[in-house]
C-alpha cells in the first residue's frame, strides 16, 4: 500500500501536468520566467512570477485553490460523489469531517467534475 504523503505527491503531479499543459506561466500577467520560492505543506510547491512579483502555487486559478485540505481528501470525496448523489452529511461521515467542510466540498466539486480532465485526474481507482 502507498502511504498517504507518496499519494498527495502523485496526485499533485497529475494536477500539475494537467495544469501546465502548455508549460508553466504565471496565472496573473502571462510572463513564463516563474521561480520557485518555497515549498509549503505536503510538499506543495509556492511559485513567483519574474514579470510581476507575484506568487502562486500550482493551484491559484483552479476549484481547489486556497484550501488546506489534503488532496487526498479531495480525491476520495470526488469518487464518493462520481458513485452517486451524496449528501452532505453523508461525506461529513465518510470522510470524518465538519458538517460546514462536507458542504464546502461538494459545492466545489459539484462544478468542478464538469470539466472531463479534472474530473478524470481526481476520480481514479488507484488513489485510496
Known amino acids: 500500500m502507498i502511504d498517504a504523503t507518496t499519494d498527495e505527491s502523485l496526485l499533485m503531479a497529475r494536477l500539475q501536468t494537467l495544469r501546465w499543459k502548455a508549460g508553466l506561466r504565471c496565472p496573473r500577467c502571462g510572463h513564463r520566467d516563474c521561480t520557485l520560492h ?3 505543506k505536503e510538499g506543495r510547491r509556492k511559485l513567483r512570477c519574474s514579470g510581476c512579483g507575484r506568487t502562486f502555487n500550482d493551484l491559484t486559478g ?3 485553490a486556497r484550501t488546506h485540505l489534503p488532496l487526498t481528501l479531495w480525491a476520495k470525496a470526488a469518487r464518493l460523489m462520481a458513485s452517486g448523489h451524496q449528501t452532505c452529511s453523508s461525506l461529513s461521515v465518510k ?3 465538519k458538517l460546514a467542510t462536507a458542504w464546502r466540498v461538494r459545492k466545489i466539486l459539484t462544478e468542478a467534475l464538469k470539466d472531463a480532465d479534472l474530473r478524470r485526474t481526481l476520480v481514479t481507482e ?3
Open 38 to 40: 518555497a515549498r509549503g
Open 62 to 64: 483552479t476549484p481547489l
Open 95 to 97: 470522510l470524518d469531517v
Open 126 to 128: 488507484d488513489m485510496p
